[in-house]
């Protein structure tokens, strides 16, 4: 056996026994939107057209992230403006995901479970390789890869907004023994100045507020994440 190839053995063994951290291989996780945050020393240099196609996706998406938030709003019969009007300025992180395969998937989670702390999570699969996870009455589904489709996953602030009428789900990544994944996470979320909570509308008698209404709800959400605990229990009622 080759040095090179013992040293990949050992590292295996490494990971594999994080079973509590998670196996993955964080790529980027940068901001991409608004445009005076992108910090492009820190985007990857190669291949020279990831720059403008990074660009042109967070574009394409920011529309789409509209749309849908749009068409959330008009499904509440709410003013269609409503959730972004409360978002401001959209902010929007990239995060590349890159999961190595592991010879014992069973013992190592890619991703830990976590509900994202975004409004809204578009998630751009893998095309072959399976691994997302969501939590329903206590058990495990998989999400089925359907050939370029986005995954679109309602986010803490979606949840605190509807007043909880869209739910933010628990949801994890598991590991393949044998192939690699990689996976693109676009995050949108509010801008951290605006004031996050239930719309009027959506507020009664029979629905009380469920949520505070509170500023920069990400910075709650990875304090509370490192605790592995939900940040959304914080801001209830
Ligand atoms: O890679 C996946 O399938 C899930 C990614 C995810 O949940 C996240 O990045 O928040
Ligand atoms: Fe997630």
Redesign the pocket.
Known sequence: MGQKESIMKDMEVTLCSQKIKGLIGLIVFTSVQPEHQRIFQAWPQQPPEFRDVLIEYTEKLKELNEGIMKAMAKSLKLEEESFLKQCGDTNMFA?F?Y?PPCKRPESVL??KS?A?GSAM?L?L?DPNVE??QILRDNNWFK?SIIPDALVV?VGDQMEMMSNGVFKSPI???VINSEKE?L?I?M?CAPDVESEIGPVDELIDESRPKLYKTIKNYVKTYFQYYQQNKRAIDAVRV
């Open positions: 995060r995901n999961y890619g991703l976590h994202d999570t998630l699969q691994g997302l999400v996953n949801h994890r990544a994944r996976t996470a995050f």
